[in-house]
């Protein structure tokens, strides 16, 4: 599986972005895909991750009401849609694709569930 990340930028606090992941290859086993970030000499940090099957979402509180992710299962991609964003949230976001984990524990938060991961595409938010 390959994961293609784009959509990043450089956007003013407050603004938008769409962020998109298209998956290629042996995309039919998908679980779930997660979106995850990472900060200059930070963790990784989980944002968010949709169930392949049933569209079903789970976010953390930190961009709960700010962050969506939605599915294009025609076009095996995944978006990640990122509103009123913040400086904090200057990062490079990855896509991951989780193949292993199913059922309910598919919307997992933990990085080691993922499979296989995008290269990263790189948000700066301004102040």
């Known amino acids: 599986v390959q994961l293609q990340a784009s959509g990043g930028g450089l956007v003013e606090a407050g603004g938008s972005l769409r962020l998109s992941c298209a998956a290629s290859?042996?995309?039919?086993?998908?679980?779930?895909m997660g979106w995850f970030r990472q900060a200059p000499g930070k963790e990784r940090e989980f944002v968010g991750v949709?169930?392949?099957?049933?569209?079903?979402?789970y976010y953390p509180d930190s961009v709960k009401d700010r962050f969506t992710i939605f599915r294009d299962i025609a076009k095996n991609t995944v978006y990640l849609h990122l509103n009123s964003l913040k400086p904090e949230d200057t990062a490079v976001y990855y896509c991951a694709y989780c193949a292993t984990v199913s059922g309910h524990r598919s919307l997992t938060t933990v990085p080691g569930d993922y499979d296989y991961w995008g290269q990263g595409t790189l948000v700066t938010v301004s102040s």
């Open positions: 290859g042996r995309t039919f086993s998908a679980s779930s």
């Open positions: 949709i169930s392949w099957k049933d569209g079903v979402a």
